[in-house]
């Protein structure tokens, strides 16, 4: 009987030391990789601004431009609907107008590996807007994603969104 009320109290105060420290856990905000990030609505935004929408949820965006008559560089979809639950550094895909009447299209440089600001510069010398994101779990200064990717080809002047630790 002895074994039995002994063992009952084991158990008993095994599991209220679990739950406790699972409810703590789980009333601490957690903001790093793998955090809970709701997907905001950015349709009809312009990009610059839909992208600093997401890296303020700690996602990532990945730009295709499109054929629209929408103003260039408005989000005319989102391959993720507003309000969807995914996880800190998950990326989302944006279509953004090419405009009615786009420039010219040329490739968009590897910008990958290199420092932050030599990434910029080249996406600038190549004619692209540029919008640096910073990584604050990347410490070490270099380009880790830049969206549209190396190569594609997008008209002069757009807006690349470039992700960047340090």
């Given at each position: ?13 095994g599991?209220?030391?679990?739950g ?6 789980s ?29 303020e ?5 990945a ?8 103003q260039?560089?408005n989000?005319t979809?989102?391959d993720?609907?507003?309000g969807?639950?995914?996880q800190?550094?998950d990326?989302v ?5 090419r405009?009615?009447s786009?420039?010219?299209e040329?490739?968009?440089p590897d910008?990958?590996?290199k420092t ?8 600038e ?5 540029v ?8 410490t ?27």
């Open positions: 009987m002895r074994l039995v009320a002994l063992l009952a109290l084991v158990v008993a105060l599991l209220a030391g679990c406790g420290d699972d409810d703590e856990a009333t601490q905000p957690t903001t790093g990789p793998g955090a809970a990030a709701t997907v905001p609505d950015v349709v009809g935004t312009q990009l610059i601004t839909a992208a600093e929408q997401f890296a949820q700690g996602l990532r965006v730009v295709e431009y499109i054929p629209s008559d929408k260039k560089s989000v979809g989102q993720r609907p507003a969807t639950e995914l800190r550094g990326t895909g944006l279509s953004v107008s405009g009615p786009p420039q010219a040329v490739p968009v910008a990958l590996d932050a600001a030599e990434g910029q510069s080249l996406l010398r190549a004619g692209f807007n919008l640096a994101v910073p990584i604050p779990a990347v070490e200064d270099r380009v880790i994603y830049h969206s549209p990717a190396a190569g594609t080809r997008i008209p002069r002047g757009s807006l690349v969104v470039l992700y960047h630790g340090g």
